[in-house]
């Protein structure tokens, strides 16, 4: 027998005594399992499929973007100085990209024309759907993307016109190898011959077209080198340069955001799932406590059951940790196959030793942090304290397992700030967490103090319901976490949910033109008007003059800060990246409101003035008074700021950052855009025919198919909100059950006293409705303003939309959550009930 002096059981003989405790089902510690488990997988699966689409990136940055460097300059071709500046690096092509209306009949679809010279594709090959692998179409014909021919009811062999000129369809594209990297395109492709464009009149001087060159090194040469020099030989070229490690900037940009963002959501979850770990571990220990007193009994001291406890919720959270990656992996085809359109993603199991093991380290720790607690408690007491403890519940300690605890903390809060790309996004995320936690475990304990203090109730039902909240050992706290996070989630997902749909279906389809149009020439305004006034009587047409440049320098005079030097580029600064639209007008434009400084009056002549967003002027620094340089096709030209403007970019009209008085920008050759305003119900077909026929070189967009796309862009949102918000919904519902596991042996004997005294089941079961009735409604007024606070963080910071919720719908929502987790609830105590009160007295 083992005396209190012995020393420690060696780590085998330890196993050997943990070992016939626990069993392939692990009764006991299933709530563990499980909470782990949901966590873990939903983090293995969210680090899969980001650093599959991260690798794809760039492992494919090369073929992504046609080459190792990319060079983008509007309304322009190449200089030759220019042209031979890329080819001293290497292979070149060079192409222009517009927007054009093809034609088939009477049918009529908007497309991204492509023209591609003989040397295109530096990297990789078209595939065509008959399996031909091909680079650019001969003369006279065109490859078409599946859309375009779906829309033109065309296949191969087949003819159509652009701009009046007649193509013959070569084939229909299967692959297109850098289609990722080509950016947004209101349209499906079509690609051409390089000489077309300019044999249809589309690059004519002020055509809305883009001149798009790559560059395949013939020399091992670092492409950020090349960029900068590039940079430095044509400082007021306009460039739009990439790099193969930058293919496709905007995909990346969103793929990190949105992979951190579901990284937060899931470790919010794991945290939340750790509350319930830990009673889980709790009813476990309680379970146990007869073996645990027995073995102190026979001389094992407090080192030998710590070591017994952790081998056994050890091997449980190991097991849990690898189910839940497995369960990761298996995923990822699923979530790959869903946005397998979007995103370039590995296809097929997606292996990711990084993503994976952070996934488990992120669970082991959580499981640190709040096994610690317990198990620290279990190793403190005496065998006759653990003897006594049903009729004199065991005190809880922290002082045990506040090292481990804090441990776990700092290491869980170091791998998150260390793996994010914004740190400050994520400490304030956690932070935020931790405060909502903090917020509901301090109404818990508030919960519990006042109800103690509260006048005892003449029915008796009622009474026991109350005494159950602030008894000794009662998990009010932990309840109130639960269902709180659990019901304020319910209201996020209703608040969400409710405003997205407001804004797509009440408020921009109100707003929105029925037709944009592009490079509508300056001298034949009047014709189009009469041609919309013809064809739809009471249209409403507004047009603007429609130029492209890019932002150079700005600053005060004389000390301009040059785009070119920046390191780096914020998103709230988006202005500076690349060429954007420029207009001018005489007077304020529609949707801008003025919010400091004065306009030019008409016909102003003096020297050139511009009116900036006061966002962008905010970001920068801009103050009235300041500078501001653009490249006007390769020509640099420069102006006073003299107001900044509030722009509604909600309205999908015309939207510009920068707004020129108009002798800055009048003599540059350009056309003008329009947009075509219907009454409701008009049809649209003759108009769209009326202004192809009329307008060959214009672009006719409709709206239509934009809207359609957002709704669908924002249903993915909502998609990935509702997926984040479940894995937390169910982890407060896992803190649920293990609350109610944790009091579950209180509990068996209280009932069992109660129905010795004469109460029936119906009642009992009426004192356990009372309870969470009473938790559940007093949570639900503080779920509703917790939710909608949150929901409205994400609606009007994240999205930018307007809040506009349906609070009918979030009433119902969080009134059906009641009964969910009313339901939840009795479920869990329901065996409760079906015990046997002999047999629980018996074991007195």
């Not at 983090?43 to 794809?56: N, P, Q, V």
């Not at 198990?375 to 481990?404: S, Y």
């Not at 079961?765 to 939710?787: D, K, M, N």
């Amino acid at each position: 027998m083992m005396g209190t002096g012995a020393a420690a059981l060696p780590w085998s003989a330890a196993w050997r005594l943990a070992r016939r405790d626990l069993s392939l089902r692990f009764k006991g510690l299933r709530l563990l399992l499980a909470c782990l488990f949901l966590g873990v997988a939903a983090l293995a699966a969210i680090g899969s499929l980001t650093g599959s689409i991260e690798r794809e990136l760039t492992s494919r940055g090369r073929a992504i973007l046609g080459g190792d460097i990319g060079l983008e300059v509007w309304q322009r071709d190449l200089t030759p100085a220019e042209r031979t500046a890329l080819a001293a690096l290497g292979r070149v092509s060079v192409g222009t990209r517009l927007q054009a209306m093809a034609t088939a009949g009477d049918l009529a679809a908007p497309v991204q024309l492509k023209s591609v010279d003989a040397a295109w594709p530096l990297v990789g090959r078209l595939r065509l759907t008959d399996g031909r692998q091909v680079g650019a179409p001969p003369p006279g014909q065109a490859w078409l993307a599946e859309g375009a021919a779906e829309r033109l009811a065309l296949s191969p062999g087949q003819g159509f016109r652009i701009a009046g000129q007649r193509l013959i369809v070569g084939g229909i594209i299967a692959d297109e190898p850098d289609r990722l990297g080509e950016g947004f395109a209101w349209g499906p492709p079509v690609i051409v011959d390089t000489r077309f464009p300019l044999t249809a009149g589309l690059t004519a001087p002020g055509s809305q077209f883009r001149t798009r060159a790559r560059v395949a090194f013939a020399r091992p040469y670092d492409p950020v080198d090349a960029v900068d020099s590039l940079k430095r030989r044509f400082p007021a070229a306009g460039f739009a340069l990439r790099t193969r490690d930058n293919a496709a900037p905007g995909t990346e940009r969103f793929v990190e955001r949105m992979g951190e963002f579901l990284v937060l959501v899931g470790l919010a979850a794991l945290v939340i799932a750790g509350i319930g770990i830990g009673l889980g571990v709790s009813s476990y220990l309680e379970g146990r406590r007869g073996s645990i007193a027995t073995l102190k009994v026979l001389g094992a001291t407090s080192r030998d059951i710590a070591r017994i406890t952790v081998l056994q919720v050890g091997i449980a959270a190991l097991a849990a940790t690898l189910a839940g990656l497995t369960v990761g992996v298996l995923a990822t085809p699923l979530l790959g196959a869903a946005l397998g359109d979007l995103l370039p993603i590995t296809p097929g199991f997606v292996i990711d030793p990084a993503a994976l093991g952070q996934a488990a380290l992120y669970g082991l720790l959580v499981a640190l942090i709040f096994t610690a607690r317990p198990l620290a408690a279990a190793r403190a007491f005496p065998a006759m304290a653990l003897m006594r403890a049903r009729v004199d519940p065991l005190r809880r300690t922290w002082r045990g397992g506040l090292l481990p605890m804090a441990l776990g903390l700092v290491l869980l809060i170091g791998l998150a700030v260390a793996s994010a790309a914004q740190p400050w996004v994520t400490l304030g995320f956690l932070g935020g967490a931790a405060a909502t936690l903090a917020l509901l475990a301090g109404l818990g304990a508030l919960l519990r103090w006042a109800v103690a203090r509260l006048p005892s109730p003449r029915h008796p039902l009622l009474r026991t319901a109350l005494a159950n909240l602030h008894r000794p050992g009662a998990q009010t706290v932990a309840l109130v976490t639960a269902l709180g996070f659990g019901l304020s989630a319910f209201v996020l997902l209703a608040a969400v949910q409710s405003s997205l749909d407001a804004n797509i279906a009440a408020r921009v389809p109100q707003r929105a033109p029925d037709f944009f149009v592009l490079d509508v020439p300056r001298d034949r305004a009047d014709a189009f008007r009469a041609a919309v006034a013809g064809a739809v009587p009471g249209a409403r047409v507004r047009m603007v003059p429609n130029l492209r440049g890019a932002i150079l320098a700005y600053g005060p005079a004389g000390r301009m800060t040059r785009v070119a030097d920046l390191k780096s580029v914020n998103d709230e600064a988006w202005a500076l990246r690349g060429e954007r639209g420029l207009t001018y007008a005489d007077r304020l434009p529609e949707g801008n409101v003025l919010t400091a400084g004065q306009w030019w009056p008409a016909d102003y002549a003096g020297p050139p003035q511009v009116s900036v967003d006061e966002k962008l002027a905010q970001t920068v620094g801009l103050k009235l008074g300041d500078r501001i340089a653009v490249s006007v096709l390769g020509v640099e030209r420069e102006a006073t700021i003299t107001s900044f403007r509030r722009i509604d970019w909600d309205s999908l009209g015309f939207n510009y950052v920068l707004v020129f008085s108009p002798n800055m920008l009048a003599d540059a050759p350009h056309n003008l855009a329009a947009t075509i305003d219907l009454a409701p119900g008009t049809p649209r077909g003759g108009l769209l025919r009326t202004l192809v026929r009329a307008f060959p070189a214009a672009s006719v967009i409709e709206t239509g198919s934009i809207l359609k796309d957002a709704r669908a862009l924002l249903d993915r949102m909502s998609v990935a909100i509702l997926a984040a918000a479940s894995v937390a919904v169910l982890a407060g519902i896992a803190v649920l059950l293990g609350a109610i596991a944790a009091s579950r042996r209180t509990r068996t004997y209280d009932t069992a006293v109660l129905r010795v005294l004469g109460a029936s089941r119906g009642q009992v079961l009426g004192v356990l409705l009372g309870e969470y009735a009473l938790l559940a409604g007093l949570l639900a007024l503080v779920a509703l303003p917790l939710g909608t606070a949150v929901g409205w963080g994400i609606i009007v910071k994240l999205f930018q939309f307007d809040w506009l919720p349906h609070w009918p719908t979030i009433i119902g929502v969080l009134g059906a959550g009641l009964f969910l987790v009313l339901g939840f609830a009795v479920a869990a105590t329901l065996p409760v009930l079906r015990e046997r009160p002999s047999r629980v007295l018996r074991e007195l």
